[in-house]
């Protein structure tokens, strides 16, 4: 077929100040990914993610599409990609790794920050609200009903 070369080949011919700029190019692209990005290119599949973190392939999904997480959450993704997460705040004059971080530690099925542990605390405390938010209202409307019509059943009853 006319017309069709490899890259290299077209790229041979090109000066080396632009063959430098292109592969600074490069660099920047590959620098700056989303996360299914860097999952797709370490060449992993959301089920296979999803088993190494002990998941469903849903909740990578989800994960994925984030744009606010658990920085723990995050550290665990990287790392069943078989990767370190730094985390970095860049200054005019200094960048500065921020160290709290790996203070972490891996966390268990019961830590909050846990990507399964964090949805059944969720669950759980939104439970919790509902139950505390459903004795208020109940204590609310027997407070207001005290000495409104009838008397306390002991009374009634001459006890």
């Known amino acids: ?9 077209l790229t041979k011919a090109f000066p ?6 292109i592969a600074a190019r490069v660099r920047g692209l590959n620098a700056t990914m989303a996360l299914h990005e860097l999952r797709q290119a370490r060449e992993r599949s959301q089920a296979d993610l999803a088993r190494g973190l002990k998941v469903g392939q849903p909740a990578v999904a989800k ?4 744009t606010d997480m658990y920085v723990s959450n995050l550290r665990r993704y990287v790392e069943a990609l078989g990767g370190t997460l730094e985390i970095a705040a860049r200054f005019p004059e200094a960048t500065v790794t921020i160290s709290n971080f790996s203070e972490l530690g891996n966390s268990s099925a019961a ?5 399964a542990g964090q949805l059944a605390t969720r669950g759980l405390e939104t439970l919790k609200g509902r139950v505390q ?7 609310r409307k027997l407070k207001a009903t005290k000495g409104k019509g009838r008397a306390p059943a002991k009374a009634r009853l001459g006890g």
């Open 63 to 66: 994960l994925e599409r984030r």
């Open 1 to 9: 077929m006319s017309g069709h070369r490899p890259f290299t080949e």
């Open 133 to 139: 938010r459903s004795e208020a209202r109940a204590l």
């Open 16 to 21: 080396a100040k632009r063959k430098a700029r």
């Open 111 to 115: 830590d909050p920050d846990d990507l």
